[in-house]
């Protein structure tokens, strides 16, 4: 079973900087793309950024190319996603997320996630 735990959100001022962290477990980490999503106040979740299992392969969303960088380390089971140049419009709950090799798509497996809050 896909499990998720992340970790390094807070509270920071516009153009500040964070790192999140996810743990994984459960599945075979080393062949699963891995990812970001994030779910603002009274919005819908919507996809951040992935990172394929070699690191060769990333992709973001058009609002945060530049300022955020996905990265993964496949001894530790880890993904993470430094965020710079913070906006309030990243305030969110920031998900990892998994996509096994047998999956079709992201595993419907949640963690409790990461508030990041960005104030101006």
């Known amino acids: 079973q896909v499990r998720l735990v992340e970790s390094g959100g807070g509270l920071v001022q516009a153009g500040d900087s964070l790192r999140l962290s996810c743990a994984a477990s459960g599945f075979t980490f080393n062949t699963a793309l891995m990812g970001w999503f994030r779910q603002a106040p009274g919005k819908e979740r919507e996809f951040v950024a992935h990172i394929s299992w070699s690191s060769l392969s990333t992709y973001y969303v058009d609002s945060v190319k530049g300022r955020f960088t996905i990265s993964r380390d496949n001894a530790k089971n880890a993904v993470y996603l430094e965020m710079n140049s913070l906006k309030p419009e990243d305030t969110a709950v920031y998900y990892c997320?998994?996509?096994?090799?047998?999956?079709?798509?992201?595993?419907?497996?949640w963690g409790q996630g990461t508030q990041v809050t960005v104030s101006s």
């Open positions: 997320a998994a996509r096994p090799r047998d999956y079709v798509t992201w595993a419907n497996s």
